[in-house]
């Protein structure tokens, strides 16, 4: 679907031909460009979903009551599933 329409944009809009190496590369860089944004919303909807879940005071609580070599253990793997 997103492909058709970049094609579209591309070569019919645009006018570039299909064989010319600068529609191609406007054509890869186009529907790349769709694909990594699209990538990235959903990306960040999802972690902002699961940090909902564990707000700031709860994680606290959770460190809190490890031994520091736990604690840390556990502080880098929560910031390994919530980077933002």
Known sequence: MWQQA????????????????????????????????????LIIFIIAMIRSFFPPEKTRKILGQKREFIGNVIAALMGILTPF
């Open 6 to 41: 970049v094609d579209y944009l591309v070569y019919n809009l645009i006018g570039l031909s299909p064989e010319s190496h600068l529609g191609s590369a406007i054509n890869f860089f186009l529907y790349d460009t769709v694909k990594i944004l699209f990538l990235l919303i």
